[in-house]
Every structure is written in C-alpha cells, then in structure tokens.
C-alpha cells in the first residue's frame, strides 16, 4: 500500500474517532454504533495490517538495511574491487537482485524468521534508538547454507563445479555439513573495507 494511502487511512480513522468522542449522542443511534465500530476496530486494524505490510516490503530493501550507520562498511563491502569477497562478487555481476542483497542472503533474519527472530529485531530496535548496538555486528548462529542453496542448488556452475562434483561432499553441502564458509572464507571484511579498493560501476 503505498505511503500516502496509508497516512490518509489513519488521518480518516483520527477523524472518525473525533466525532465519535465530541458528537453528543452518537453512540445511540444503530448507524451511531455502527460508525464507532469501524473507527475504533476496522479502520485502526487495517492502518495496522496494511502499514505493517508496507513496512515489511520496505525493510527487505538494501537502502534500508544501510540507512543505520553501523551497517555503513557492510554497504561498502558490496562494492569492493575484489572478487574473492563472496558480497562484492555477487552484488556487483548482479547474482542477487541489487535494490535486496541483504535480504536475499539473510532471509532468515531477526524480522523475517521465526517469532525469536522477530523478538530479536526489537532488541536490535531497542539497542539502535536507546541503547547501543553491538559493534562488531555478528551472526546469532552460523551462516547456513540454506541461504546459499536457495539461489545455487541446481545451477549447472554450481553442481559441476570441481570442488563439488564429488557425490558425498555435495551431499554434505546440502546438509549443511561442510559449511560453504569453508572454502569461501571471505565475506563482507567490514573492519577492513576502508583500507580496501571499491570497485567504481562504469557509467552509461
């Protein structure tokens, strides 16, 4: 739902509820009743549901993830002239979507997983607007493969690439026995970043 709707919604629903409270004796008419039951429950409801929608679409978006300063040099991982950096190879030939590299290889976290997921994004919230947060940022587990797989798993690059052609340690890729981490040991080097070379897109 676009932004705009969403404010008109609950400036309607600010609205209704005014004249529910200020106008003597509506609440004794059926039509009366009927209007405070959609400015104190369906209105406020669907503000709630559609503006949580927006905002979950809104923060799988890469410029989100990067408006916190903290997540500053991860940005400018993505962008590092090095292709053995596993962010930069990616976000820069254009393996993931761009406007969601973030999302796409961290689908699993803190809002977008499961509900102690979801409480650990409000301790991220809590600790970005009251407290501080955590710096170096690090994983809560180990990254697994799964985010891996759901883009690679099946890509002919991937399943005949030497290194996997083996039966058996595919197979323990794919369980998440042998971490793809392993053999691809450098990732976003967010302490490193500003000692690094970006790498400058071309211009049209």
Not at 8 to 30: D, E, H, K
Request: aromatic share 10%; proline share 5%.
């Amino acid at each position: 739902m676009p932004t705009a709707l969403l404010l008109t919604m609950l400036g309607v629903t600010i609205v209704l509820i005014a004249v529910v409270i200020t106008v003597r004796g509506v609440l004794l008419s059926r039509a009366g009743k009927l209007l405070a039951f959609i400015s104190l429950f369906v209105f406020p409801g669907a503000a709630v549901f559609f503006g949580t929608t927006e905002h979950m679409e809104r923060s799988k978006q890469t410029s989100f993830c990067l408006s916190c300063h903290i997540m500053e040099p991860y940005g400018k991982s993505l962008m590092l002239d090095d292709q053995s950096h596993i962010p930069a190879a990616h976000f820069e030939n254009s393996r993931i979507p761009r406007d969601h590299a973030c999302y796409t290889c961290h689908t699993n976290y803190t809002i977008y997983g499961t509900a102690h997921d979801k409480f650990r994004g409000l301790r991220h919230a809590y600790k970005y607007y009251i407290s501080h947060p955590s710096n170096p940022i690090k994983l809560y587990e180990p990254f697994n493969n799964r985010e891996c797989l759901h883009c690679h798993s099946g890509a002919r690059s991937f399943e005949e690439q030497a290194a996997h052609s083996d039966p058996d340690t595919m197979k323990q890729i794919k369980s998440n026995e042998i971490s793809c981490l392993t053999c691809h040991t450098t990732v976003h080097d967010a302490d490193k970043v500003d000692q690094l070379k970006s790498w400058r897109r071309p211009t049209q």
